[in-house]
């Protein structure tokens, strides 16, 4: 059985940082695609970042890219982000999302088979 669960999500003011952790058990970690996703209330479920085992790759939104960071501990079987000058818009819900299999459009929920519960993260102004 699959189980993602993140930690490391709270209130911080803008400007500041948090690391969230993502800690993966009952999957092949580093063979897997490992994601994060975000969503805000009445908001959609969004992209953030995404961490492509088979090439190595990692791949932003454009919302994040410069600020947001993914990182594996593949010893660990740990997933990480850590989050730079936060602004009040990335408020939301992060969730950690896994997928053995990655083909088309990654920036899509549909495309990760496993979804920790979520973490919150909240940004003053």
């Known amino acids: 059985q699959v189980q993602l669960v993140e930690s490391g999500g709270g209130l911080v003011q803008a400007g500041g940082s948090l690391r969230l952790s993502c800690a993966a058990s009952?999957?092949?970690?580093?063979?897997?695609?490992m994601a994060w996703f975000r969503q805000a209330p009445g908001k959609e479920r969004e992209f953030v970042t995404v961490?492509?085992?088979?090439?190595?790759?990692?791949y932003y939104a454009d919302s994040v890219k410069g600020r947001f960071t993914i990182s594996i501990d593949n010893a660990k079987n740990m997933a990480f982000l850590q989050m730079n000058s936060l602004k009040p818009e990335d408020t939301a819900v992060y969730y950690c999302?896994?997928?053995?299999?990655?083909?088309?459009?990654?920036?899509?929920?549909?495309?990760?088979?496993?979804w920790g519960q979520g973490t919150q993260v909240s940004v003053s102004s």
């Open positions: 961490f492509n085992w088979s090439g190595s790759r990692t």
């Open positions: 999302a896994a997928s053995r299999e990655l083909a088309g459009d990654f920036t899509s929920p549909t495309k990760y088979t496993y």
């Open positions: 009952g999957l092949t970690f580093s063979r897997s695609h």
